[in-house]
Nanobody, 122 residues
Framework: QVQLVESGGGLVQPGGSLRLSCAAS????????MGWYRQAPGKQRELVAS???????NYTDSVKGRFTISRDNAKNTVYLQMNSLKPEDTAVYYC????????????????WGQGTQVTVSS
């Protein structure tokens, strides 16, 4: 079992910043990609940003230049620095990670965090 715990959400005014964190724990042999998704009311969950174990990043167009994803492989933690926040960034943000569980017989995992609310409003 691999658990993901997110933190850092909250209420912020337009133009403000927030930093989300997501720590993975459990019997982890390796984590490949980690990412952040978001889901606004009445909308489908969408990928916001992702990062590979080697540091290659990918962003959805609407956040490019404003959000930065990073990870600390030693801590099995991924971060999302969100700057210049807009009301349309309001959503529940979910962390996702995929990799391999350390076990007698290794197997792949694909885990999700519980979600953290980000609200951008004046």
């Amino acid at each position: 079992q691999v658990q993901l715990v997110e933190s850092g959400g909250g209420l912020v005014q337009p133009g403000g910043s927030l930093r989300l964190s997501c720590a993975a724990s459990g019997s982890i042999f390796a984590i490949y990609a980690m990412g952040w998704y978001r889901q606004a009311p009445g909308k489908q969950r969408e990928l916001v940003a992702s990062i590979t174990s080697g540091g290659r990043t990918n962003y959805t167009d609407s956040v490019k230049g404003r959000f930065t994803i990073s990870r600390d492989n030693a801590k099995n933690t991924v971060y999302l620095q969100m700057n210049s926040l807009k009301p349309e960034d309001t959503a529940v943000y979910y962390c996702n990670a995929g990799g391999v569980v350390a076990a007698t017989v290794q197997y792949e995992f694909d885990s999700w965090g519980q979600g953290t609310q980000v609200t951008v409003s004046s």
